[in-house]
C-alpha cells in the first residue's frame, strides 16, 4: 500500500513536472509502458457510463491513452467517465449526456404534457406586480402573445387588494411600438369576471400597412401606484399550414410526418411539433428549419423510434400542435396550430424492435 | 511555475498504481471560459486596462474590494481560465442576438479551444488554457443570456442555428463549433429572462437613480431593452428545443448591502439585488414570477407564504431545455462575479447540486469539479 501510495504521488509529480502550461497541444507523459503500448480504442465502442477504472484490463484496453508523441486524448466526457469518486455534478452531466445522445438533437421528449415546449411558448405571459410590502398586486396579461394582421386583440388586467381579492379599479394604458412609437391609448373596460378588466384593439390601423414586430401595453391604475407593461407581437403572415400531411416509416424505423405548408414570402422558416399517443400520453416533439421560396412546400418531421417506444404509447400518433415562425429580429411567430392529425395505427412493438435493432447497429459501429 | 495540485493528491494516494492512471487520465485540467454580464466594454486589452479580466474582481460595494471570482475559482488547482470580452455597454446598445455580442464571444470561445489562449495578461502565471483542457462555460448576469442564445442555436433545425444579427441583418457565425465539446455551461446570476431593472428602465418608473448604477444603465437602449422580462425579447423564444451543452444554473437571493438593499423590494419575489430569481434560474412562466429561495412558488397572505407550492422550478419546472439547477445562495448580484462573500448561507433546491455547500458561486464550482 506504501509502494502504491509513493508511486501514486510520484506520478502525479510526474505529471504536473510535464505539464506545459503553454499552448503546446503536448501536456503529459504515460507513468508506464504498459500504458504506452495500448492501441487506442475507437470511442463509439465505449458505453455512456463505463467505468473504466474498475480494472486494470478495462482501464487499458479500453480508453483513450494520451501520449506525448500520439498527441491523442480521452474526449473530455471520457477523462469524466474515467474519474473514480466522481462529485455530484460530474455524475449530473454524465447522465444529462446521456439523456442528450438518447435521441437525435432534433427530437425533444416530453414527459408530460405541461412540458410541451410548443405549448410553453405559446403560453400566456401572466404578469403579477406586487407593492413594496407584497400585498397588493396588479395581474397583467393578453389573450395571445402572437397575432396577425387583422386579428382581435385583448389585454386583460386586475388589482388585488391587501386580502388578495380582486377589487374594482379604474385602468388606462398606452400602446407603443417597438419601445419608441406610441400607437394609441388604451381604455379599458370591466368584464363580467371577477373585476377583470379589459382593452380590446382591432389595430384596423395596423391592417393595411402593419408594423411588424413588439408591441407593448403600459397599463396603471388609480388604486396603487402599481404600472407595468405587457408585450405582444405582431407577425407576418408569411407561412401557413395548408392541411396536407403524409407519414411513413423510415429505414431506421422512425415516424415521418411530412407537412405541407404555404409560403407567401421567402425566408429562412423555423418548424416544430409535437406528437401525441391517441390517449394524450405525450411523446415528443421535433424540429426543423428551412430557407424557402414563396410556394407550396412540405416541411418534414422526424420522430425518432427510441423517443416513441421511451414513450409507451402505441398508435395512431397525433400531431397535436405546430409552431410555425419566420426566423430574425424579432422573431415572427404564427399564432399557434392545432391540426390534430391522426396518424395509421402502428403497434408500440414495431418502434421498440427499431430502436432495439438500431441501439445494436450503433454498437457493432 | 509550478501550482499545488491538492486535487489530485487526494486522488492519486487513494488509487493503486493501475488506478492512478485512469485517474490520471481523467486530471486533464479544466479550462473556465469567462464571459461577463452587461456595462462592460470587453474589447479592451491596452496593458493593464482589460475591463473584461477585471470584471471578475471589480465591486460596486466596498466590503467586497480584493475579492477574486477568479481566485476561488481556481484555488489550489492547475487549472486555467480564459476571458472572453465583448462589448455590453449602453453606449453600444448591442443585445445578445447581436455578433458584435453573441458572435464576438463564440469566436473567441473557438480560438480559446484551439489552444491559442485569450489574448489577456493574467496576473496568475500559467493559467491559459490548452487545447485539451475540459472547457467550461461560466457567466454572469448578461452572459449567462449570451450563452443561452448561443448553445440553444449551435444545433441545427434551431431558429437562429449558427446565425448572429448585423446592423444589414443576418452574419454567420459557427455556435456549433463553439459549444460542441463544451461540458458544461454554469450561469450565476443570470438574466436569463430579463430583469425587472430593465422593466423599469424602459417603462419609465425606474425612479431610484442610487439603485441603477454600474449593472444597467438610464435608457432604454436596444441591449436594455433586451433584458426586459416581457416574454417577447426572453431568449428562450429564440432558441431551438435543444442547447448544445447543458446548463447549470446557480441563483442569488441576497439584496444588496447598505441603502441600495431597497432595490429588492422593487422586484418580484426573491433576487440578488437585481436579478429576479425566477430569471436566474430560467423557470417556466414570467420572468418576474415570484419564488422562494427554494425556487418554489406559494400562496401568501400579508406577504407571508404558505401552503404547498402552486409552481416548483425544480429540473421540470425550467422554461429552456437542458437546464439544471445547481445552487440557491445567499448573495447579491455584485458578490456573485466578485466572490465578495465567501461562506454565504444557501437554500436546499429540488434537484440542486449540493458539493460545495456552504462555498461561494465560484468556490462551488472548484468544489463539485
Known amino acids: ?365 | 511555475m509550478l501550482k499545488t495540485t491538492i486535487k489530485a493528491v487526494k486522488r492519486g494516494v487513494v488509487l493503486s498504481a493501475a488506478l492512478l492512471f485512469a485517474s490520471t487520465n481523467a486530471l486533464a485540467d479544466n479550462c473556465y471560459i469567462m464571459v461577463h454580464g452587461h456595462g462592460t466594454d470587453g474589447t479592451i486589452k491596452s496593458g493593464s486596462n482589460q475591463p473584461a479580466l477585471d470584471y471578475w474582481s471589480s465591486f460596486n460595494f466596498s466590503q467586497y474590494s480584493g475579492s477574486s471570482f477568479l481566485a476561488e475559482l481556481l484555488g489550489n488547482t492547475s487549472n486555467n481560465y480564459a476571458i472572453v470580452g465583448y462589448n455590453s455597454t449602453d453606449e453600444a446598445g448591442y443585445p445578445y442576438w447581436r455578433d458584435e455580442t453573441a458572435g464576438a464571444i463564440a469566436r473567441q470561445i473557438i480560438s480559446i479551444r484551439q489552444g491559442n489562449g485569450d489574448g489577456f495578461n493574467h496576473p496568475e502565471a500559467n493559467t491559459q488554457c490548452a487545447a485539451n483542457d475540459n472547457f467550461w462555460v461560466v457567466s454572469h448576469s448578461q452572459g449567462a443570456q449570451q450563452m443561452m442564445f448561443i448553445a440553444g442555436n449551435a444545433i441545427a433545425g434551431s431558429p437562429n442555428y449558427n446565425t448572429a444579427y448585423g446592423s444589414s441583418g443576418g452574419v454567420s457565425v459557427n455556435y456549433d463549433g463553439a459549444i460542441s465539446g463544451i461540458l458544461g455551461i454554469f450561469t450565476l446570476g443570470g438574466a436569463i429572462t430579463g430583469t425587472e431593472g430593465s422593466d423599469r428602465v424602459c417603462n419609465g418608473n425606474w425612479l431610484d437613480a442610487l439603485i441603477n448604477f454600474a449593472f444597467l444603465g438610464q435608457d432604454c437602449n436596444p441591449s436594455v431593452q433586451w433584458l426586459q422580462t416581457n416574454d417577447s425579447y426572453a431568449v428562450r423564444n429564440y432558441i431551438g428545443s435543444n442547447l448544445g451543452a447543458p446548463i447549470y444554473t446557480m441563483g442569488g437571493y441576497r439584496g444588496f448591502p447598505g441603502l441600495e438593499a431597497a432595490s429588492s423590494a422593487l422586484l418580484a419575489g426573491e433576487d440578488d439585488g437585481y436579478i429576479n430569481l425566477a430569471s436566474q434560474m430560467s423557470c417556466a412562466g414570467s420572468g418576474k414570477r415570484s419564488i422562494d429561495s427554494d425556487l418554489n412558488s406559494y400562496r401568501s397572505f400579508l406577504g407571508i407564504s404558505y401552503g404547498s407550492p402552486t409552481f416548483r422550478c425544480n429540473n421540470s419546472g425550467k422554461g429552456t431545455p437542458r437546464t439544471y439547477n445547481m445552487a440557491s445562495v445567499y448573495t447579491d448580484h455584485d458578490a456573485e462575479r466578485n466572490a465578495g462573500i465567501s461562506s454565504p448561507s444557501y437554500t436546499s433546491i429540488d434537484g440542486g447540486i449540493t458539493c460545495g455547500n456552504g462555498r461561494n458561486m465560484a468556490g462551488r464550482i472548484n468544489s463539485c469539479l
Open chain 1, 1 to 365: 500500500m506504501l509502494g502504491s501510495l509513493i508511486i501514486a504521488i510520484a506520478g502525479v509529480t510526474l505529471y504536473h513536472l510535464k505539464s506545459t502550461k503553454s499552448a503546446q497541444v503536448v501536456r503529459y507523459t504515460p507513468l508506464t509502458n504498459q500504458a504506452i503500448t495500448q492501441p487506442k480504442a475507437p470511442s463509439s465502442t465505449l458505453a455512456p457510463q463505463q467505468n473504466v477504472a474498475l480494472s486494470i484490463s478495462a482501464i487499458t484496453s479500453a480508453k483513450a491513452i494520451p501520449t506525448a508523441h500520439t498527441e491523442t486524448f480521452a474526449s473530455p466526457l471520457e477523462r469524466i467517465q474515467a474519474i473514480q469518486n466522481k462529485s455530484q455534478l460530474q455524475q449530473a452531466l454524465l447522465r444529462d449526456h446521456e439523456e442528450f445522445d438518447r435521441y437525435p438533437n432534433y427530437n425533444k421528449r416530453i414527459e408530460t404534457p405541461e412540458q410541451d415546449p410548443i405549448t410553453q411558448k405559446y403560453a400566456i405571459d401572466e404578469r403579477i406586480s406586487e407593492s413594496e410590502d407584497s400585498y397588493e398586486s396588479m395581474r397583467l396579461w393578453t389573450e395571445q402573445k402572437y397575432y396577425l394582421p387583422g386579428q382581435k386583440i385583448r389585454i386583460f388586467a386586475q388589482i388585488f387588494d391587501e386580502n388578495r381579492e380582486p377589487t374594482r379599479a379604474n385602468f388606462g394604458g398606452q400602446l407603443i411600438f417597438n419601445e419608441n412609437k406610441e400607437i394609441q391609448t388604451l381604455v379599458f373596460t370591466p368584464t363580467e369576471n371577477d373585476q377583470i378588466y379589459r382593452s380590446e384593439l382591432t389595430l384596423d390601423i395596423l391592417s393595411e400597412k402593419p408594423d411588424y414586430g413588439i408591441y407593448k401595453a403600459l397599463v396603471i391604475n388609480d388604486k396603487n401606484d402599481l404600472a407595468d407593461s405587457v408585450t405582444f407581437t405582431l407577425s407576418e403572415p408569411s407561412i401557413r399550414l395548408t392541411g396536407e400531411y403524409t407519414e411513413q416509416i423510415n429505414e431506421n424505423g422512425s415516424l415521418i410526418i411530412d407537412t405541407e405548408v404555404q409560403v407567401s414570402a421567402a425566408g429562412r422558416f423555423y418548424a416544430q411539433a409535437s406528437l401525441y399517443g391517441s390517449t394524450a400520453e405525450s411523446i415528443g416533439s421535433a424540429q426543423t428549419a428551412n430557407e424557402l421560396k414563396p410556394g407550396k412546400h412540405w416541411l418534414r418531421f422526424t420522430y425518432d423510434a427510441q423517443l416513441i417506444a421511451d414513450a409507451g404509447a402505441a398508435g395512431p400518433y397525433i400531431v397535436k400542435h405546430v409552431e410555425l415562425a419566420k426566423t430574425g429580429i424579432p422573431i415572427s411567430r404564427l399564432p399557434l396550430e392545432n391540426p390534430n392529425f391522426i396518424t395509421d395505427s402502428y403497434p408500440l412493438e414495431q418502434f421498440s424492435r427499431a430502436a432495439a435493432s438500431t441501439t445494436q447497429s450503433d454498437k457493432l459501429n
